[in-house]
């Protein structure tokens, strides 16, 4: 008996110490400098795995399950923050996660967002890979035959960058007004 007992305090033992703390948060600054609250939105870019599904996003608690990972029809989609939580605790596992929903009926019910990891694939608007105050200098690029960029290869490229998520959709369709009416 003294040996169960023995084995069972150590068992409890262990698992407190490796017990999460989990921490309701009314704001977060995340690392692209951005200070998300709840009701804000985010809109999704585009999901960074092979299959374009989105590595930062999950359905339900656990939902690690390929099945649960958001598709691409969902890039572009708006989605509201209703809850921040901060887990801490378990050793290199103090992540912050906001629940979501959005419009579509894939994302009626909650969905938990790893919001760091989202900066980190550029999976959300607002990655980081924006540059303030600076402007798309595409003109005086050159092509492969060492010639002036044609009209075509600058949309082209603005377009590559609006994939990318460097640029916002206005960005975007500033510049590319600015390239047709340049001619």
Not at 103 to 129: V, W
Not at 139 to 167: A, F
Request: hydrophobic share 35%; charged share 30%.
């Amino acid at each position: 008996m003294r040996k169960f007992t023995i084995i069972i305090i150590l068992i409890l033992s262990v698992n407190l110490s490796f017990a999460q703390k989990k921490v309701k948060l009314k704001n977060y600054k995340a690392s692209n400098e951005v200070t998300y609250k709840i009701g804000d939105q985010i809109k999704l870019t585009k999901g960074s795995r092979k299959d374009l599904k989105f590595e930062s996003i999950r359905y339900g608690i656990f939902g690690g399950l390929d099945k649960d990972k958001l598709t691409p029809a969902n890039q572009g989609v708006d989605l509201t923050i209703l809850k921040i939580i901060k887990y801490e605790g378990y050793v290199g596992y103090n992540i912050v996660e906001f629940v979501v929903t959005g419009p579509t009926t894939t994302l009626t019910y909650n969905h938990y967002l790893d919001i760091e990891k989202a900066i980190k694939l550029c999976e959300i608007e607002n990655c980081g890979k924006t540059f303030k105050n600076e402007k798309v200098i595409i003109s005086s690029k050159k092509n492969e035959n060492n010639s002036e960029l044609t009209k075509y290869d600058k949309l082209r490229e603005l377009k590559k960058l609006l994939d990318e998520g460097v640029l916002t959709e206005k960005e975007y369709q500033d510049e590319k007004k600015k390239i047709l009416d340049s001619n």
